[in-house]
């Protein structure tokens, strides 16, 4: 009998999380050299970090021989003024991804459940069934969010519903007038969890103040990261925003320490530099019609994206990509988000953009 099969059976079904093919793995397995391949996988910030960020790494790196603050006094104290929060309902995360497992770890148990559509982010149900709890996917409308059947499927023993807006990987938008109206229907004893990774790229006449909805409703958390808009995805840095109840309840499964000294004075350096985060939003507006203006010349159906990504259709989404990746180019396969025929790709600079399109061009040729 082999070890592994004492661990409980709601573990040994879990699917590992694939993350996007790095660039250094590419390079082995095609022999090209690093400098020659583009990679829009990982929906990544293509300027990297700003220079702000940069000298708060460069700073922090005289202190390593100590532990971070874990309590990240300093990084919540900015996050407070630009909010208008409170230090006791914030949670620090190694990224949001962390964020989403203490929801599950404080909220989620065998016999609970919580609610997500269906071609949402991947860690929802890898989270909830972790804790051996139920998961109610519901199916996607227009490939994003059902709203109304979401707030169907809840059931007495739903504990959590997460939301992503814009979602990851189809870029689909709830607008704030949806989303309070669903917020009104929810029962107060199921937390729902706004995940908003990708807010920064949002169009000045879709944003919404969902910090603002938390004097209302108490079993709203809105969780943010680092590692799209503001360039840190390297550091791991996300953030909740919630009732301090809530929040207490995540600290205390939280394990210490979880963010780096560096990671945290990046983060609190990059917050305050909106210069960078505005150039970032211009240029993700730039190459979103550079590619789709591309992808409609090539007549392919293409879903339109509030995010810095868009997903299209191809057909032949493994050949396709494995074409990509011989010329060089990595984008994301969508298979395991049930979308077997289409792929994402990242909005990259320019020149990357460019040299997509081009090899897209010669894959489906």
């Known amino acids: ?10 573990i040994r ?3 590992p999380y694939q993350p996007g093919k790095p660039i250094s793995e590419l390079a082995r397995e095609m022999g090209i050299e690093e400098a020659n391949i583009v ?24 202190e390593l021989g100590r532990y971070p603050d874990g309590g990240a006094f300093a990084l919540k104290v900015a996050l407070c003024r630009r909010f208008g929060v409170k230090p006791e309902q914030l949670v620090v995360g190694n ?3 962390d964020i989403l497992e203490l929801v599950t770890l404080a909220f989620l148990a065998p016999g609970l459940s919580a609610v997500y559509s269906r071609h949402a982010f991947a860690v929802y149900p890898l989270a909830t069934n972790a804790r051996g709890a139920h998961g109610i996917e519901v199916a996607a409308q227009n490939f994003g969010h059902d709203l109304d059947a979401m707030a169907a499927a809840i059931t007495p023993q739903t504990r959590v519903v997460f939301i992503a807006n814009p979602n990851n990987p189809t870029g689909t938008f709830v607008s704030g007038a949806a989303l ?7 029962p107060r004893h199921v937390l729902v969890v706004l995940d908003e990774a ?3 790229y949002l169009a000045p006449e879709q944003r919404y103040d969902s910090i603002a909805w938390l004097d209302r409703f108490p079993n709203l958390l809105v969780s943010r990261t680092f590692s799209k808009a503001y360039g840190l995805a390297g550091l791991r840095v996300g953030y909740a925003v919630a009732h301090p109840d809530v929040a207490d309840l995540m600290n205390r499964v939280r394990q210490p320490f979880n963010v780096s000294s560096i990671a945290l004075a990046a983060a609190e350096a990059a917050l305050g530099d909106e210069e960078f985060i505005a150039r970032s939003a211009e240029l993700n507006r730039r190459g979103m019609v550079q590619l789709t203006e591309a992808l ?10 509030a995010g810095n990504f868009v997903t299209f259709k191809v057909g032949d989404a493994i050949g396709v990509n494995q074409s990509l990746l011989r010329q060089g180019v990595i984008v994301r396969p969508i298979a395991a988000y049930g979308m077997p025929h289409w792929l994402r790709v990242s909005i990259g600079l320019p020149e990357e953009n460019a040299r997509f399109i ?8």
Not at 39 to 61: C, F, I, T, W, Y
Request: glycine share 6%; charged share 15%; hydrophobic share 50%.
């Open 95 to 97: 990224g949001s991804n």
């Open 358 to 365: 081009e090899a897209l061009r010669q894959a489906l040729a």
């Open 180 to 186: 309070e109206a669903f917020l009104g229907q929810v």
């Open 296 to 305: 409609a010349a090539m007549g392919l159906e293409w879903i339109p994206s």
């Open 1 to 10: 009998m082999s070890i592994a099969s004492l661990a409980p059976d709601y």
């Open 13 to 15: 079904s879990i699917m």
């Open 39 to 62: 990679k829009l996988a990982s929906n990544e910030n293509p300027l990297g970090m700003s220079a702000q960020a940069r000298d708060a790494v460069h700073a922090a790196v005289a």
């Open 198 to 200: 990708y807010t920064e």
